[in-house]
């Protein structure tokens, strides 16, 4: 593969090394701007969220149901994906 | 064969920048986020002060307004974290947002005000911001600069926990965390604050939880407060 790209690259040796050298960096800004931020979010350590079944579990372990209206103000527990790491 | 080679170590080399980008990039975009939203909040606050009336004391403050998306209504500091840290908050607690700076959990209170002030943070990539939660003891501030005032919270013992510890670990679905009362941390209504962030380091299996309640409110004017002081 980089044997074929090397050949059929033109021009002396310098250039072809100068054009390699463009050619990597082109990449690399393309992976850094546009393939990274785009993959972030498939990998499993960057998965913030949990499902949306799991939460409508919630009260299940850990504790005693609330009392309707013991909490006072507002409370965020329609949170859709859980807590976010 | 030897293309599948050049495949392979292609592909580890990708892999390896990735490693970087996620390490070390993040954390170069978050500080530039982070020099945009200072700069919003300084707007903010100057706007703030351009719009009170003249005779009003310095020591009442207008209360505060409804937090609008994307829009950044605080800055956090925690000792504890070291003199240099500071983190911006936002709405919202996406994966978007985040990169910015901290979130604030949409319907939980607003800062100083009855209820759960609650906030999200990164342990890892974006800055780092809440790495060093683990650290928090009880007693420790938290104090954030709004746009008309400063709210300091200090660490409590949640009721659920032995000996000193501060810090709760839990799974992500325990969303009660995030009450206006949580019930492992606190018995009675109060203005509290909690943040959460991910446990461990790399991973999102657990989460850290650390509850504080309203220590102080003093309108920005009046300068520091004592706890960032020294």
Known sequence: ?85 | MRGLGEVFITLGVVILLFVVYQLYWTGVLADRARADEMRKLDEARKRTVAAMPRDVPVAQAPKQAPYEDGEPFGTMYVPRFGSDWYKTIRPGVSPKELQKGLGWYKGSAQAGEDGNFAIAGHRKTYGDPFLNVPKLQVGDKIVIEGITEWFVYSIDKPVSLNGDKAVLKTIPEDVHVLDAVPEKAYRTPGKYITLTTCEPEFGSTHRLIVWGHLESRTPLAAGKPAALQG
């Open chain 1, 1 to 85: 593969m980089y044997g074929w790209i090397w050949r059929t690259l033109p021009g002396n040796v310098w250039v072809k090394l100068l054009i390699s050298l463009l050619l990597v960096l082109a990449i690399v800004y393309a992976l850094f701007t546009w393939v990274f931020p785009w993959a972030e979010p498939l990998l499993p350590f960057s998965d913030v969220t949990v499902d949306q079944e799991n939460v409508t579990n919630t009260t299940g372990p850990g504790g005693a149901p609330r009392p309707a209206g013991a909490t006072g103000a507002t409370s965020p527990a329609a949170l859709p994906g859980g807590l976010p790491g």
